[in-house]
């Protein structure tokens, strides 16, 4: 056992002052779903925790020209908000289609954003250490060390955005949603407010994969930002995984498309489960502007997405999986009605 202090602050002004004055060593904590996990296995190791569910920030909010959504409201609450069901499917169905909904209902929309890998390597490292003396490679863990799955069992790994020393994949399904539609976090630290673009919170593993999200120390996730589309209602999130349910993707994507009556007048395309961050697909994306669609044309956009895959010794399968969950995305999405 570790000692652990724990505090529950009322505003997120609070919350983030006590973090300054921690000294190090603390972190938030919100549905505690991922954290509580990650602290039984030793790889998180907090000295205190402050919780940040009774700071509000949980409200949801489809007027205006903008969906603003608090860090705070749960999965469930998001997924079963019926202006976000009916507008915009593919927020609602990458909710739906991550984790379970006794986990949905204690989990939060600005926390999922911020969840770790599920690189086994990376989670069972610390653990083995402690256990049984083993000692997995892994430079996200303890950098420099190595990574054990760069010429071992890589099948889960990614094939976009891998460097030498890093292939882990990003695991969240609602961070590749909101990069495809563009959307931004607002922010509260102790240097003051700013908002990110979603696609600018994460970095690229590179030779230093330890690194993981573009956040300050202390800095707490307040709100997220989504810009109304006329693409909303012809999109979707289509996840393909080793079982139906209550498991991460293989591949994914989340797709939005707008039309000129049969013509594609802008789509938003991003892809999961392959890539170390949430990996958006231009190529698609322009491809698919201009054009009408049909299987050939969806399944010829899906290819370009494809074109510089990495793969390793036993994920090459999620080229093909990833064009098919693509192009069925973009069948999906172009026939939902307006
Ligand atoms: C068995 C299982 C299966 C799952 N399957 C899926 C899946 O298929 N797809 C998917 O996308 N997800 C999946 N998840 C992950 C799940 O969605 C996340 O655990 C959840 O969204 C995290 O929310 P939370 O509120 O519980 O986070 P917490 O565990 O409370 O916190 C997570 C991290 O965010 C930090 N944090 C919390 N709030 C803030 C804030 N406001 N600002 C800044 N930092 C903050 C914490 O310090 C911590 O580092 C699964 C989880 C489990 C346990």
Redesign the pocket.
Known sequence: MEPVTYSIPTSAEQAVSEFTSSGGGA???????????LMKLRV?RPGRLID?TRIGHDTISTSGSELRIG??AT?SDVAADPAIARDYPVLSEALL????QQ??N???????L??RTRCSYFRHGAGAIASAGAVYPCNKLNPGSGCAAIGGLDRAQAIFGVSDACTAVS????PVALTALDAHINILGPSGQRSLPVSALYRLPGDTPHLEFE?QPG????EIVIPKTDAGRRSTYHKVRDRES????LASAAVALQFDGRTVERAHVALGGVATKPWRAPATENFLTGKTIGHETALEAARLAFADAQPGRHNGFKIELGIRTLADAVMIASERSA
């Open positions: 972190y938030y904590v919100a549905g505690g779903t991922t954290l509580f996990d998180e940040v860090t705070n999965m289609k991550g984790a379970s986990l949905r204690m989990a939060t929309v600005g926390a999922n911020l969840q695991p969240g399904d609602w956040l800095e707490l996730i307040t209550y498991a991460f993707a």
